[in-house]
Nanobody, 122 residues
């Protein structure tokens, strides 16, 4: 059974930092593209960042480019999202995802975590 479990969310002030983690079980993330999405209340899930299986290619949404960094530790079967210079508009539920190919479309994702809330206050 595939499980992706996010952690590290919480409340932080604007300009602060958080690091999200996503621990995978039931699959070996070294065989997958991993990604982070986020969802605002009442909105559809949107792409944040993705990373290829060997970590060589990263993609970011324009809104987080230069502030967020996605990384992976295949030995720990864990994915990370380092979020710096946080803004109030980054407040959302953040979801970890694993897929055989890169996609920014949430409907194409095979495996999701349960999400972790990030709240950025001014």
């Amino acid at each position: 059974q595939v499980q992706l479990v996010e952690s590290g969310g919480g409340q932080v002030q604007a300009t602060g930092s958080l690091r999200l983690s996503c621990a995978a079980s039931g699959l070996t993330i070294s065989s997958y593209v991993v990604a982070w999405f986020r969802q605002y209340s009442g909105k559809e899930r949107e792409f944040v960042a993705s990373l290829t299986w060997n970590g060589s290619i990263q993609h970011y949404a324009d809104s987080v480019k230069g502030r967020f960094t996605i990384s992976r530790d295949n030995a720990k079967n864990t994915v990370y999202l380092q979020m710096d210079s946080l803004k109030t508009e980054d407040t959302a539920i953040y979801y970890c995802a694993a897929n055989r190919w890169r996609t920014t479309l949430p409907g194409s994702i095979a495996s999701w975590g349960q999400g972790t809330q990030v709240t950025v206050s001014s």
